[in-house]
Every structure is written in C-alpha cells, then in structure tokens.
C-alpha cells in the first residue's frame, strides 16, 4: 500500500482545513488507517484512527471534538477534517495504514506517506 498525503497548508487560528491520503493497492478496503504528526523537536504522535468499515474511530485528547477522521473505501482515501485549529496543531501530518488498535492504544503499521505541512498562524 502507497500512501500520498495533500491539503497542508498555511491556515488561520480557529479556521478549518481538511487533509487528504491517497491510498493504492486493493487491500485498503481491509485495513485500519491513522493520522499521525510530527512538530518539529517532538516525537511523531498518534492523531485519530479509523477501522476498516469506518465504524469505530478513536483520538488523542488534544483533538476530540475538533477533528473528524473518515474513509472512502470505494475511492481509497482517508481523510481528516480539522475544525478549530490552534497553533499546537502546527505540524508535518502523516498517513499511516495497516495497524492495529487495541481499544486504547494504536500502534502503527509499516505503511507511511510522506507527510504534508500544516502551520496554524495567529
């Protein structure tokens, strides 16, 4: 599986922005799928998954209520959409496919994408 991020951009406090992760190969349809960022000097942290179906999803606390993981098995995407943001979200957001989640903690799976930049100005 190849995955290619896009929609990183320079954006206002409080407005919002919608991150996009192409996916190839025919197993997407079958594997869990998480967003990932890294901010520079920090480790790369878990953002939001979602299950194969698109029927269960799970956040880190610092963006519950903000922002909305979702997929499109048929288009083999996964999206992001951020409402809200705040200068914390500033960071290189990536795409992660084929991990698994426990009920409380995702560990990611050997897929990557490259990343694409989101800054959050004030």
């Known amino acids: 599986v190849q995955l290619v991020e896009s929609g990183g951009r320079l954006v206002q406090v409080g407005g919002p922005l919608r991150l996009s992760c192409a996916a190839s190969?025919?197993?997407?349809?079958?594997?869990?799928m998480a967003w990932f960022r890294q901010a520079p000097g920090k480790e790369r942290e878990f953002v939001a998954f979602?299950?194969?179906?698109?029927?269960?999803?799970a956040y880190v606390d610092a963006v519950k209520g903000r922002f909305t993981i979702s997929r499109d098995n048929a288009k083999n995407m996964v999206y992001l959409q951020m409402n809200s943001l705040e200068i914390e979200d500033t960071a290189n957001y990536f795409c992660?496919?084929?991990?698994?989640?426990?009920?409380?903690?995702?560990?990611?799976?050997?897929?990557w994408g490259q990343g694409t930049q989101v800054t959050v100005s004030a």
């Open positions: 190969g025919r197993a997407f349809g079958t594997i869990a």
């Open positions: 979602i299950c194969w179906s698109g029927t269960n999803t």
């Open positions: 992660n496919g084929m991990g698994a989640y426990n009920g409380w903690r995702y560990s990611p799976g050997k897929f």
